[in-house]
């Protein structure tokens, strides 16, 4: 849930501040970079609701597909941060947005494992209780 609403305010600053955010990381506005901002936080706003409506499925095969989906995006934003770093397309605050994406995949990756384990478990379990009702048959 603190994804999703990270997420969220993510989206509205783009959307209603996208000078702003792009001045923070050393990056000049322009008509081109308004536009691209704002398209980029529909998919934040889109992704947020995901992650919200989400936040309470059981594990299944599409939670796991939210959840790496999630991961791979976040991992391309860092390396697409840490990129226009170097080639000194913005300046090291975008570093600030690098160590959130991180500590985020971080966190979604725990919850990869976790559910991973508790699958795991899950299919330990069902494999017992099958080989109990072929005894009794």
């Known amino acids: ?19 702003s955010m792009l001045a923070q990381w050393g990056v000049q506005y322009s008509d081109g ?14 992704i947020a609701a995901m992650l919200f409506m989400a936040r309470g499925a059981e594990h299944s095969t599409a939670r796991m597909a939210i959840v790496q989906g999630v991961i791979v995006a976040l991992a391309a934003l860092m390396l697409l941060g840490v990129y226009e770093f170097f080639a000194g397309h913005a300046s090291g605050q975008i ?43």
Not at 33 to 44: E, I, L, Q
Not at 100 to 110: D, K, Q, R
Not at 111 to 117: I, R
Request: charged content about 20%; proline content about 1%; glycine content about 6%.
């Open 1 to 19: 849930m603190m994804a999703s609403f990270l997420l969220l305010a993510l989206a509205f600053a783009w959307l209603f501040s996208p000078e």
């Open 95 to 137: 570093l600030v947005a690098v160590l959130i994406e991180f500590v985020l995949v971080l966190m979604f990756s725990c919850v990869c494992c976790v559910s991973t384990k508790a699958e795991a478990r899950d299919n330990l379990r069902r494999g017992d209780e099958s080989a109990r009702v072929k005894k009794v048959q």
């Open 33 to 46: 970079a308004g536009v691209m901002s704002r398209r980029g936080a529909a998919f934040y706003i889109g």
